[in-house]
């Protein structure tokens, strides 16, 4: 499995919504539900943001949602916080033979 | 709570090999796979394998086959994680997760580790 394709960077001003696309294949994206993403601060480890495609975990604002269609999801932000600032990674299982997951490429969000 | 404590960071030669700890407390160690994840300097995350800590059964990504090793000790809670034959791009953050399988994700990480290769 070759990374999951997502733009490199994605910016917004604060209040505005932003799209993240995470782009696989019908081995990875496109054949489950077990999609997730992750935030990451520069030195910090990630922290997770949005599973199963659209579900959140404990703590996780409901400005964040999560969606899918084909094999690309997509993470929306809405509402748009300074704080949202930071590095964005998908993550989706995979069948294959080369990884049993595999992760995104990575985008930048930066609030304007 | 849940933690996840790795060792501290290593410098290493080429064609040396590491090996990094994660000490898991607050759940079953037993009871959830352990994944690595690593993040070289400036790049993005990369999946390198995962263990059931309770069977020692483990997945290698590809890339990795033959020069990772992952091991587990449940008397103390701990996974490794072994690279070997190192080079100078393995220099990198290397990360231990707790692994939520059935969903497919990480909610708890390790702090990371910093290993570095030079000469």
């Known amino acids: 499995q070759s990374a999951l394709t997502q733009p490199a960077s994605v910016s917004g001003s604060p209040g505005q919504s932003i799209t993240i696309s995470c782009t696989g294949t019908s081995s990875d994206v496109g054949s489950y539900n077990l999609v997730s993403w992750y935030q990451q601060h520069p030195g910090k480890a990630p922290k997770l943001m949005m599973y199963?495609?659209?579900k959140w975990p404990s703590g996780i604002s409901n400005r964040f949602s999560g969606s899918k269609s084909g094999n690309t999801a997509s993470l929306t932000i809405s509402g748009l916080q300074a704080e949202d600032e930071g590095d964005y990674y998908c993550?989706?299982?995979?069948?294959?033979?080369?990884?049993?997951?595999?992760f995104g490429t990575g985008t930048k969000v930066t609030v304007l | 709570q849940v933690q996840l404590v790795q060792s501290g960071a290593e410098v290493k030669k080429p064609g040396a090999s590491v090996k990094v700890s994660c000490k898991a407390s607050g759940y079953s160690f037993t009871g959830y796979h352990m994944h690595w994840v690593r993040q070289a300097p400036g790049q993005g995350l990369e999946w390198m394998g995962r263990i059931n800590p309770n069977s020692r059964d483990t997945n290698y990504a590809q890339k990795f086959q033959g020069r990772v090793t992952m091991t587990r000790d449940t008397s103390n809670s701990t996974a490794y994680m072994e690279l070997s034959r190192l080079r100078s791009d393995d220099t990198a953050v290397y990360y231990c997760?707790?692994?939520?399988?059935?969903?497919?994700?990480?909610?708890?990480w390790g702090q990371g580790t910093l290993v570095t290769v030079s000469s």
């Open positions: 199963e495609v659209s």
């Open positions: 997760a707790r692994g939520d399988d059935s969903s497919g994700y990480y909610y708890f």
């Open positions: 993550c989706s299982y995979a069948t294959g033979s080369t990884s049993l997951y595999v």
